[in-house]
C-alpha cells in the first residue's frame, strides 16, 4: 500500500480591494468548473503584445489544454471586476511540493492600476501558508514592468542566462 499522503491545497478567502482606479476587485480563488469559459474569454482577448515566453497560447484549443494542465495541477487566484476575470495567477509545486512555480497575467485594459501587484501580494502569503520553501517563475528579461514588479516583492534573479529565472526564499 502507498504511504504517499495525498496532498492539498488551503482554501482561500476572497479579499476586496480597490485598484488605482478606485475600483472594486475581488481577489478569489479560482474555480475551475464554474470559471473556466470567462478564464478562456480572458486569455483569447489577451493582447498578442503582452504573451510572455509563449504564453498565454494563443489559439482557442491551446488556452484551453493549457488551463486545464493548470486547474489540474496548481492553484490559482483571480481578479474580477463585473463579473469579468482580468487577472489570473497561479501556482504549480514541483514534484516533491517544496516549491512552486508562478505565472501571473493581468488583462491588457486593466495594467498599471495595482492589480498584478495585489495579486502577487496574497499568492505570497498563500504560499507561505501553505509552507512552501520558496517561489520560481521564469520571465522574459526586457519584460521590464514585470521584472520591476517581482523586484518589488523580493523576487531575485538567479539564472540570467536567456530569460529571468527568479526565485522569492519564503523560509
Ligand atoms: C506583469 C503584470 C502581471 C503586472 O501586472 P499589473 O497589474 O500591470 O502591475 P501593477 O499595476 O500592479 O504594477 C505595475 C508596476 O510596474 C511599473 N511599470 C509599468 N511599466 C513599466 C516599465 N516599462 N518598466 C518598469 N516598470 C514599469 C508601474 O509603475 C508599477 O510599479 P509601481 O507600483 O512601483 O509604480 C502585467 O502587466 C501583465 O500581465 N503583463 C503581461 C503578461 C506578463 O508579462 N506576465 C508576466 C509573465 S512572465
Not at 121 to 150: P, Q, S
Request: contains cysteine.
Amino acid at each position: 500500500m502507498s504511504s504517499e499522503v495525498k496532498r492539498q491545497f488551503l482554501e482561500f478567502e476572497p479579499v476586496i480591494f480597490k485598484d488605482r482606479k478606485g475600483d472594486e476587485v475581488t481577489i478569489r480563488q479560482y474555480h475551475h468548473e464554474e470559471d473556466r469559459e470567462r478564464l478562456i474569454s480572458m486569455y483569447e482577448s489577451f493582447s498578442p503584445d503582452n504573451r510572455c515566453l509563449g504564453l498565454p497560447p494563443s489559439t482557442r484549443i491551446a488556452i484551453e489544454n493549457w488551463i486545464d494542465y493548470l486547474a489540474e495541477n496548481g492553484f490559482a487566484i483571480v481578479a474580477e471586476l463585473g463579473g469579468k476575470l482580468i487577472g489570473h495567477c497561479v501556482i504549480v509545486p514541483t514534484a516533491d511540493w517544496k516549491k512552486v512555480d508562478l505565472s501571473i497575467f493581468v488583462h491588457q485594459d486593466y495594467q498599471d492600476r495595482g492589480i498584478g501587484q495585489a495579486l502577487l501580494r496574497h499568492i505570497i502569503d498563500y504560499a507561505k501558508r501553505m509552507g512552501f520553501d520558496g517561489i520560481m517563475l521564469v520571465t522574459e528579461r526586457d519584460n521590464h514592468r514585470a521584472v520591476h514588479v517581482y523586484k518589488k516583492f523580493g523576487f531575485r534573479i538567479v539564472n540570467p542566462e536567456h530569460e529571468f529565472d527568479m526565485y522569492l526564499q519564503l523560509k
